[in-house]
């Protein structure tokens, strides 16, 4: 069993930044992949990857991020981190981290890839 705590979230102004913080507790398997997602809360939305880092250090991003979002890992406190700057209104979501236990593939952006899931922080961006 794996828990994962988000947080960090808030509001900002368009042009802001906000670092979000994962902590894991439980039992975290060798080669594992955390991800970023986000989810707006709207009909037909779904929840969109936004990055990935696996126990190897690989990284990945959703177009849509690249540039501006940063992920991050300190294995030593178990947490994983997103960096976001220059945040937009379209930024704007429910942002929750994953683990699932395997490395990130190609497939990283699909939810199914993971196996636990935190409870989520809510990211507001004004413009």
Known sequence: QVQLVESGGGSVQSGGSLRLSCAASGYISRSYCMGWFRQVPAPGKEREGVAAIDSDGRISYADSVKGRFTISQDNAKNTV??????????????????????????????????????????VTVSS
């Open 81 to 122: 981190y997103l960096q976001m700057n220059s945040l937009k209104p379209d930024d704007t979501a429910m942002y929750y981290c994953a683990v699932g236990y395997d490395y990130c593939s190609g497939s990283w952006s699909l939810i199914y890839e993971y196996n636990y899931w935190g409870q989520g922080t809510q």
